[in-house]
């Protein structure tokens, strides 16, 4: 059993985060960071180059240049602006990308705006704030509902990973990501030429004109939700990697997650046939469970073949 494996694997000395190393098929993903329902969440997902919500002043996530918030709740947004003055301080002048939901971008910046002109210490000047926001691309969840937002890299403008977005069930507006591979493949008309027929038809058409972009899904990230707003996306049934909330997990819980729109453990059992994925991470616990054991004692005797794929990031 998985979940009973990865009780071995946890870092215990790691500033008091979770630190995973998890192998989906040939690539090996690296996850910091906390998250515990209603307190925070941040999970930087160190190959990808991304931060999953921003809900604490993560000490390592400022060096990480792509942030996804889900949704406005302060246990997921309220250190975003942390990042303005801590990679400032490290001196660090590359660009950086904020993604988030239209709603939550006025206020952000209102509040980036007082912090920055209270650590100025006086009145007016934001100076700081302006310097730090001219290197930050912020981009509205809902423009990446239909169009992939190609992220940053670590050493290059773009990477060649790229997000989506997609409407979750949560008491207010709230989105998931699907992070996906770019690569590229010949147009069908050209498959089966041969190299040098490929190399004559280049010099004629170009190579933009060659191939099409394929994206290939490697990630995806709830955010909070019901496991409604899971299965509406099939998306999130199919990527390899899954990072899925679950709030709770005794029958006292129940209620608490559907009225605070989250997901139980026994809504996970309930669909489990319909999760096709390699691994599943299980984030946002309730503060109740206060060891792994706690959680433990209510998945051990669920199916294999579910608790066989879930890790949980506690």
Same mark, same amino acid.
């Given at each position: 059993?998985?979940?009973?494996?990865?009780?071995?694997?946890?870092?215990?000395?790691?500033?008091?985060?979770?630190?995973?190393?998890?192998?989906?098929?040939?690539?090996?993903?690296?996850?910091?960071?906390?998250?515990?329902?209603?307190?925070?969440?941040?999970?930087?997902?160190?190959?990808?180059?991304?931060?999953?919500?921003?809900?604490?002043?993560?000490?390592?996530?400022?060096?990480?240049?792509?942030?996804?918030?889900?949704?406005?709740?302060?246990?997921?947004?309220?250190?975003?602006?942390?990042?303005?003055?801590?990679?400032?301080?490290?001196?660090?002048?590359?660009?950086?990308?904020?993604?988030?939901?239209?709603?939550?971008?006025?206020?952000?910046?209102?509040?980036?705006?007082?912090?920055?002109?209270?650590?100025?210490?006086?009145?007016?000047?934001?100076?700081?704030?302006?310097?730090?926001?001219?290197?930050?691309?912020?981009?509205? +969840?809902?423009?990446?509902?239909?169009?992939?937002?190609? #992220?940053?890299? =670590?050493? $290059?403008?773009?990477? %060649?990973?790229?997000? !989506?977005?997609?409407?979750?069930?949560?008491?207010?507006?709230?989105?998931?990501?699907?992070?996906?591979?770019?690569?590229?493949?010949?147009?069908?008309?050209?498959?089966?030429?041969?190299?040098?027929?490929?190399?004559?038809?280049?010099?004629?058409?170009?190579?933009?004109?060659?191939?099409?972009?394929?994206?290939?899904?490697?990630?995806?990230?709830?955010?909070?939700?019901?496991?409604?707003?899971?299965?509406?996306?099939?998306?999130?049934?199919?990527?390899?990697?899954?990072?899925?909330?679950?709030?709770?997990?005794?029958?006292?819980?129940?209620?608490?997650?559907?009225?605070?729109?989250?997901?139980?453990?026994?809504?996970?059992?309930?669909?489990?046939?319909?999760?096709?994925?390699?691994?599943?991470?299980?984030?946002?616990? +309730?503060?109740?469970?206060?060891?792994?054991?706690?959680? #433990?004692?209510? =998945?051990? $005797?669920?199916?294999? %073949?579910?608790?066989? !794929?879930?890790?949980?990031?506690?």
């Amino acid at each position: 059993m998985l979940i009973m494996e990865q009780l071995l694997k946890y870092s215990t000395n790691n500033d008091g985060e979770t630190y995973l190393e998890i192998k989906v098929g040939s690539q090996i993903y690296t996850l910091s960071g906390y998250s515990r329902a209603g307190l925070c969440t941040c999970i930087i997902v160190k190959e990808l180059n991304i931060v999953l919500d921003m809900g604490y002043p993560n000490g390592k996530a400022y060096s990480y240049d792509n942030k996804l918030i889900t949704h406005g709740h302060t246990d997921h947004i309220g250190a975003l602006h942390y990042d303005h003055c801590a990679r400032r301080l490290y001196k660090i002048e590359k660009p950086k990308m904020f993604i988030m939901p239209i709603q939550c971008i006025k206020p952000f910046k209102m509040i980036a705006s007082a912090v920055s002109e209270m650590n100025c210490g006086k009145s007016g000047e934001n100076i700081k704030l302006f310097d730090s926001l001219l290197l930050t691309k912020i981009v509205e +969840s809902e423009s990446c509902e239909s169009n992939y937002q190609h #992220l940053l890299g =670590t050493t $290059n403008p773009v990477s %060649e990973y790229a997000v !989506k977005s997609y409407v979750m069930d949560h008491k207010i507006k709230s989105y998931g990501y699907i992070i996906s591979r770019l690569s590229k493949k010949l147009k069908p008309e050209f498959q089966g030429l041969s190299g040098k027929q490929i190399i004559e038809i280049k010099k004629q058409i170009g190579n933009e004109n060659l191939t099409v972009p394929v994206y290939t899904p490697l990630l995806g990230y709830t955010g909070d939700t019901t496991i409604q707003g899971v299965l509406n996306h099939k998306e999130f049934l199919n990527v390899p990697l899954l990072i899925m909330e679950c709030t709770g997990f005794s029958p006292d819980d129940k209620i608490r997650c559907i009225e605070g729109k989250h997901i139980h453990w026994d809504d996970i059992v309930n669909n489990y046939k319909y999760f096709m994925n390699e691994k599943i991470v299980l984030f946002h616990f +309730s503060q109740q469970y206060r060891v792994i054991e706690d959680i #433990l004692e209510y =998945t051990q $005797n669920s199916p294999k %073949e579910l608790n066989d !794929k879930v890790i949980l990031f506690f």
